[in-house]
T-cell receptor
Framework: AQSVTQPDIHITVSEGASLELRCNYS??????LFWYVQSPGQGLQLLLKYFSGDTLVQGIKGFEAEFKRSQSSFNLRKPSVHWSDAAEYFC???????????FGAGTRLTVKP | KAGVTQTPRYLIKTRGQQVTLSCSPISGHRSVSWYQQTPGQGLQFLFE???????NKGNFPGRFSGRQFSNSRSEMNVSTLELGDSALYLC?????????????FGPGTRLTVL
């Protein structure tokens, strides 16, 4: 079965600094990969997704992610973090043929002024 | 287009009771999935419905059940509530049942079991 690991539970960055959130997956075939963001008391909002093709995926709010098959990783990046980016970020993998996604434990992002 | 709506947003129940949560998907979406989110277990898949049929079910006891109506609206039911059922229950809808279809999440129903 597929699984997702987000090694960092909590990350703090200064506003304007760059950001990279790590995600590693375990899946036999080419996975369907997603990054979602959740603000306090809210549902999840899709930032970006990867299915195939170009391994560098652009998403909303200035986020991008790169799929690296050799490292089984799908790290999320942003060149300059804004205070409004403070939230919890979830990496997820979808299994072919099913709509049940496996989520990582999440990484909570704190942005310092 | 309106997003996924979930009702109620907050719910307080006592152990042993049962509860029904409702989810209205985005118009035109035919697949509805349910997830449970807790601090300890994170986000866990409960089940998915497509065209009124349960397609997939996560590893939850039989106390958790659901259904989908012909208009794609979905309900989930938890019977004989336990303290550990306290969680945020999220519903997500997608256009079809393909894994490539984006799932759009509702704001969730916060269930507290006392």
């Amino acid at each position: 079965a597929q699984s997702v690991t987000q090694p960092d539970i909590h990350i703090t960055v200064s506003e304007g600094a760059s950001l990279e959130l790590r995600c590693n997956y375990s899946y036999g075939a080419t996975p369907y990969l997603f990054w979602y963001v959740q603000s306090p008391g809210q549902g999840l909002q899709l930032l970006l997704k990867y299915f195939s093709g170009d391994t560098l995926v652009q998403g909303i709010k200035g986020f991008e992610a790169e799929f690296k098959r050799s490292q089984s990783s799908f790290n999320l990046r942003k060149p300059s973090v804004h205070w409004s980016d403070a939230a919890e970020y979830f990496c997820a993998v979808g299994e072919g043929g099913n709509n049940d996604m496996r989520f990582g434990a999440g990484t909570r992002l704190t942005v310092k002024p | 287009k309106a997003g996924v709506t979930q009702t109620p947003r907050y719910l307080i129940k006592t152990r042993g009771q049962q509860v029904t949560l409702s989810c209205s998907p985005i118009s035109g979406h035919r697949s509805v999935s349910w997830y449970q989110q807790t601090p300890g277990q994170g986000l866990q898949f409960l089940f998915e419905y497509f065209s009124e049929t349960q397609r997939n079910k996560g590893n939850f006891p039989g106390r958790f059940s659901g259904r989908q109506f012909s208009n794609s609206r979905s309900e989930m039911n938890v019977s004989t509530l336990e303290l550990g059922d306290s969680a945020l229950y999220l519903c997500a809808s997608s256009l079809n049942k393909r894994e490539s279809d984006t799932q759009y999440f509702g704001p969730g129903t916060r269930l507290t079991v006392l």
